[in-house]
């Protein structure tokens, strides 16, 4: 499969030199250290609306930071190269396929009716341009670390509401889910297993450390299936962390928890990615 990228942005990506900025049109953040072989992305990080759409939605603030991921570009800065979406899901899905990415039914949205009215072409296509070049950047970056060492690795960071998971029956949602629904299964057993042993290993103050894998969610978003499609070399680990970190009604966060998960994160995907690229790298 064509893998989508930007010539330009591979040529600094191919450089030693750290690469920061924003994607052409907004949208996302970035910081690459070439030298790594992975990334960490909080694609549902974002909490801003254009404003030209604001007026149009039906729903509040309140209501879209329920479903957005706070704090989850906070939790992947420790990491050595992360991208972190700037945008609110409200408004285009990153997780989502292309036709599915804008919300503009109820039942794209947790059956939320998101806009009052239908949205102009224009707004539809200016939210897409800023879909699309969220993957020419990821699909830059993995051209470039392939190239490198063979190989990369994703660590997709998400995190989900315990109240609706708890709705739907599960008595005891755990603290991490790893989604590998869509892996290779076999060809990644290590790594996969490697991960999620190193999760169990994070003692986050107040919290019980809990590990699953497809327990809640069993990864089956848009960034996972479109990036393990591109190459076999590319390994994504969704992984989803329940906002115990945070009161998930009113938005109050716990700083002293999100800081030390930032810093156990990243730890562990410094450490993860090593033994990845010395089990699965170039020889």
């Given at each position: 499969?064509?893998?989508?990228?930007?010539?330009?942005?591979?040529?600094?990506?191919?450089?030693?030199?750290?690469?920061?900025g924003?994607?052409e049109?907004?949208?996302?953040?970035?910081?690459?250290?070439?030298?790594?072989?992975?990334?960490?992305?909080?694609?549902?990080?974002g909490k801003?609306?254009?404003?030209?759409?604001?007026?149009?939605?039906?729903?509040?603030?309140?209501?879209?930071?329920?479903?957005?991921?706070?704090?989850?570009?906070?939790?992947?800065?420790?990491?050595?190269?992360?991208?972190?979406?700037?945008?609110?899901?409200?408004?285009?899905?990153l997780?989502?396929?292309?036709?599915e990415?804008?919300?503009?039914?109820?039942?794209?949205?947790?059956?939320?009716?998101?806009?009052?009215?239908?949205?102009?072409?224009?707004?539809?296509?200016?939210?897409?341009?800023?879909?699309?070049?969220?993957?020419?950047?990821?699909?830059?970056w993995?051209?470039?670390?392939?190239?490198?060492?063979?190989?990369?690795?994703?660590?997709?960071?998400?995190?989900?509401?315990?109240?609706?998971?708890?709705?739907?029956?599960?008595?005891?949602?755990?603290?991490?889910?790893?989604?590998?629904?869509q892996?290779?299964?076999?060809?990644?057993?290590?790594?996969?297993?490697?991960?999620?042993?190193?999760?169990?290993?994070?003692a986050?103050?107040?919290?019980?450390?809990?590990v699953?894998?497809?327990?809640?969610?069993?990864?089956?978003?848009?960034?996972?299936?479109?990036?393990?499609?591109?190459?076999?070399?590319?390994?994504?680990l969704?992984?989803?962390?329940?906002?115990?970190?945070?009161?998930?009604?009113?938005?109050?966060?716990?700083?002293?928890?999100?800081?030390?998960?930032?810093?156990?994160?990243?730890?562990?995907?410094?450490?993860?990615?090593?033994?990845?690229?010395?089990?699965?790298?170039?020889?």
């Amino acid at each position: 499969m064509t893998i989508p990228s930007d010539p330009e942005i591979e040529k600094k990506l191919l450089s030693d030199t750290l690469y920061r900025g924003e994607g052409e049109f907004g949208g996302f953040s970035f910081s690459v250290d070439p030298s790594a072989p992975y990334i960490a992305t909080a694609i549902h990080a974002g909490k801003n609306v254009r404003d030209e759409l604001v007026p149009l939605m039906k729903i509040n603030a309140k209501e879209r930071f329920f479903e957005e991921d706070p704090e989850t570009n906070t939790l992947i800065q420790a990491a050595e190269s992360a991208v972190w979406g700037l945008d609110s899901r409200s408004e285009y899905d990153l997780n989502r396929p292309e036709k599915e990415a804008l919300p503009l039914t109820p039942e794209k949205f947790w059956g939320m009716q998101v806009y009052r009215a239908p949205l102009k072409k224009e707004m539809i296509q200016l939210s897409l341009n800023k879909y699309h070049q969220f993957y020419t950047f990821m699909g830059s970056w993995a051209k470039s670390a392939l190239r490198r060492f063979g190989v990369c690795v994703v660590y997709d960071i998400h995190s989900y509401n315990l109240g609706r998971q708890i709705q739907k029956g599960f008595s005891s949602p755990p603290f991490f889910n790893v989604g590998t629904r869509q892996l290779d299964r076999q060809r990644w057993k290590t790594a996969i297993e490697d991960w999620i042993d190193r999760l169990h290993g994070l003692a986050i103050p107040g919290i019980e450390t809990t590990v699953a894998e497809n327990c809640v969610f069993q990864g089956e978003g848009e960034l996972c299936r479109k990036m393990t499609r591109w190459d076999e070399g590319i390994l994504v680990l969704p992984t989803e962390i329940a906002k115990v970190y945070m009161d998930e009604k009113n938005g109050i966060v716990d700083q002293e928890k999100v800081t030390a998960l930032r810093n156990h994160l990243g730890n562990a995907m410094a450490d993860h990615s090593c033994a990845f690229l010395q089990q699965y790298g170039k020889p």
